[in-house]
C-alpha cells in the first residue's frame, strides 16, 4: 500500500514539474546565447506568426522588468542629486557623479550624457536626448536643463520628486504584497492539496477496497 501511494506521488511530482523542467532548460539555452536578441531566442523553438507573438511578449516582458528596475532606483539617485546639487555641483557636475555613484540603471543611462559631452556635445542636448530614450527620467531631466539653462534653484524640485518616488515604489511594493497569495494559489491547489489528498485520503480508500 505504501508503495502504490509513494508511486502515486511520484508520478504527480513528475507531471507537474516537467513543464517547469522544460521552462528551465529554454531558459538557459537562451541565457548562454551572447546578446541573442529577444526574438531569435524565440524563433529557435518556434516558427511563423507564433514566433513573432512569443518574442514580442517577451520583449514587453524584459520592457517592464527593465521600467521596473530603473523606478525602483530612482529614489536614490534622486538623493544623490539633492546632495550634490546641495553641495554646490553644477547639474553637468551632479549629473557626472549620478553617472559614476548612482544606482546601477540609472548611472548606465546617465553615462550616455558623459559620453555625449565628452564627444563635444551640447550638456542640455544630451539631456534631452536622454529624456527621449527613458521616459522615465523626464522629471529628473526636465530639473537639471531648468537649473541649467535658467539658473532655477533645483534643490527643492529633487525633493519632491525623491519623495513622489518613494511614494510610487512603496505603492508597487503594496500591490505585489496583494498579489502575493493569488500566486501562491498555483503551489497550494496543484501541489500541497493533491500530495495531502494521496498520504492521507489514498491510503484509506485502499484499505476499505481491501476488505471488500
Known amino acids: ?19 517547469i523542467v522544460r521552462w528551465a532548460h529554454r531558459r538557459a539555452v537562451a541565457d548562454r546565447l551572447p546578446e541573442a536578441p529577444v526574438a531569435d531566442v524565440a524563433a529557435r523553438w518556434t516558427w511563423g506568426p507564433v514566433g513573432r507573438v512569443v518574442g514580442g511578449i517577451r520583449r514587453k516582458r524584459a ?60 550638456f542640455p542636448d544630451a539631456l534631452t536626448e536622454l529624456a527621449t530614450s527613458t521616459p522615465l527620467l523626464v522629471p529628473m531631466v526636465d530639473v537639471l536643463l ?40 498555483f503551489p497550494l491547489v496543484f501541489l500541497v492539496l493533491p500530495a495531502f489528498a494521496l498520504l492521507t485520503v489514498a491510503p484509506a480508500l485502499l484499505s476499505a477496497l481491501s476488505r471488500l
Not at 3 to 17: I, K, S
Not at 149 to 170: C, I, N, S
Request: with cysteine; proline share 6%.
Open 63 to 122: 520592457t517592464t522588468r527593465a521600467d521596473a528596475a530603473l523606478e525602483s532606483d530612482l529614489p536614490g539617485a534622486f538623493d544623490l542629486l539633492v546632495a550634490a546639487v546641495g553641495a554646490g555641483c553644477a547639474p553637468i557636475g551632479a549629473a557626472e557623479l549620478t553617472a559614476r555613484w548612482g544606482p546601477g540603471p540609472v548611472a548606465e543611462r546617465f553615462r550616455s550624457v558623459l559620453v555625449a559631452t565628452e564627444l563635444g556635445g551640447a
Open 1 to 19: 500500500m505504501t508503495a502504490v501511494v509513494t508511486g502515486l506521488a511520484g508520478a504527480w511530482g513528475v507531471l507537474v514539474a516537467a513543464p
Open 146 to 185: 531648468a537649473s541649467s539653462e535658467l539658473g532655477a534653484p533645483a534643490t527643492g524640485a529633487l525633493v519632491r520628486l525623491a519623495d513622489e518616488a518613494r511614494a510610487r515604489a512603496r505603492r508597487r511594493a503594496e500591490t505585489r504584497a496583494r498579489v502575493l497569495p493569488v500566486k501562491l494559489l
